[in-house]
């Protein structure tokens, strides 16, 4: 660490491959040399990397804004270091009392009772998911992480047929480093395919609405007036962006570390109780979303550093999740029945996730499915390759798993007949 006029400044850059090889062990050193330091990564940002910065600043809209700024050169996406090049996406990118328009229209659509109303179809899909693998004995576990995709898809009312290309998609714009060819495929080629998708997917649920989550949103009013195209596409691709990347990256690690603690499996299978208070834990632990940025909106002392006007903020949420109080002794330990855990992992504040009431029972049909027909399930961790870039999700690209052949549960219906049987639909229409 040296001592510059951004003092404390450190070597850090939350992309980079360095950082991917152990994101816990990067952050756990800046904790120790400086809970706000300032990179000259990426034309300079601070890293909040303590629990009570990031908390603080995740409260405090009018410091830390999550909008775009022309005039400090935030025209992308305001919540990314560095900016993507997507639409704006509300209400994550507005700050109150103008995002709490649009924050209200997610809340009514993603509460607990309407959740409940999807759960048949969520473990419905999971089944037909595991139906694909269990006779085999073998298979790569990151394909469940699929589940999250198509429920997502399926319950906005967009065409089927393409949930894989969303999925993949965002993976490829959170997971893939900046320079691939991946990267460049998807934001260049790939996004504006699916651009057009949801475009006319709002077309049609205006046309014909039905009880789906597209054709409430284009049904809403703003400011007394109906929601225009571009509002209602900016909601449903936010929704897409964290309904398909987020709880994949939670299950698929967790199912990674439940396969290398065999004591704990035999916990939960013998208490499937346990998984509620497992499922906070994994959230706390293998935070699916690592970090997300914001801009500082005037000069201040914060947490004894002096923040300017126009300075970008990376916010840690992964690494405030290893700085509680309820954890100082043992923050990288799993504690299936960790209670309190008051874990950041869905956010604070103002943005915190809205989705969190579906994210949360979609990982945990994932994981109570698997260890209920895949008990004996083993990952071979030699084998299993994470993301490259970890910056913003942490993952696998691929879990190869072994485990005793199993009976289907639909056994005269599979996930390819339905995928045919919507693509058909699809064409005829």
Not at 7 to 18: G, I, L, M, Q, Y
Not at 127 to 152: H, K, N, Q, R, Y
Not at 281 to 302: I, N, Y
Not at 339 to 365: D, E, K, T
Request: hydrophobic share 35%; glycine share 4%; proline share 6%.
């Amino acid at each position: 660490m040296s001592e510059t006029n951004r003092t404390p400044t450190v070597d850090f850059d939350h992309n980079s491959a360095e950082h991917s090889v152990d994101p816990v062990a990067s952050y756990r050193q800046l904790r120790k040399d400086a809970p706000v330091a300032w990179t000259e990564a990426w034309g300079g940002y601070w890293v909040l990397s303590g629990h009570d910065a990031v908390f603080d600043a995740a409260r405090d809209d009018d410091t830390f804004s999550s909008a775009r700024h022309e005039e400090f050169g935030v025209t992308g996406q305001a919540i990314t270091l560095p900016q993507k090049p997507m639409a704006l996406h509300l209400p994550i990118e507005l700050d109150p009392p103008e995002s709490q328009k649009y924050r209200s229209i997610m809340n009514k659509l993603i509460t607990p009772k309407q959740v409940r109303k999807i759960l048949p179809m969520i473990d419905k899909y999971v089944d037909m998911f595991i139906d694909e693998l269990i006779e085999t004995g073998e298979a790569d576990f990151a394909s469940l992480t699929g589940v999250p995709a198509i429920v997502t898809i399926d319950w906005l009312g967009m065409p089927m047929q393409d949930w894989r290309r969303h999925a993949k998609f965002h993976r490829d714009v959170l997971a893939e480093p900046l320079d691939s060819e991946a990267y460049r495929k998807a934001t260049q080629e790939e996004m504006p395919y699916l651009v057009a998708q949801i475009e006319e997917a709002i077309q049609a649920h205006r046309e014909n609405p039905t009880d789906e989550a597209i054709s409430f949103i284009v049904q809403q009013e703003i400011d007394g007036r109906p929601i225009t195209d571009e509002e209602a596409f900016s909601m449903i691709e936010l929704l897409i962006s964290g309904g398909v990347g987020t709880t994949a990256s939670l299950t698929g690690q967790a199912l990674v570390w439940i396969s290398e603690h065999p004591e704990a499996k035999q916990q939960l299978l013998e208490n499937p109780d346990l998984m509620q208070t497992a499922l906070e834990e994994f959230l706390r632990v293998f935070s699916p979303t690592q970090a997300l940025s914001r801009t500082v909106m005037k000069d201040v002392e914060f947490h004894g550093v002096q923040l300017k006007r126009g300075d970008r903020a990376l916010l840690s949420w992964s690494s405030a999740n290893r700085d509680l109080e309820d954890t100082k002794d043992n923050p990288d330990e799993v504690d299936l029945a960790r209670s309190p855990n008051r874990h950041l992992a869905f956010g604070v504040g103002s943005h915190r996730c809205a989705g969190s009431h579906l994210a949360r029972p979609l990982a945990r049909s994932i994981i109570t499915k698997i260890l209920e027909r895949m008990p004996d399930y083993k990952v071979d961790t030699d084998k299993a390759i994470r993301y490259e870039r970890q910056g913003v999700n942490t993952g696998y690209q691929t879990i190869p798993a072994t485990f005793t052949p199993g009976e289907r549960v639909y056994k005269d219906e599979s996930l390819s007949d339905f995928e045919r049987a919507q693509e058909n639909r699809a064409q005829a229409a």
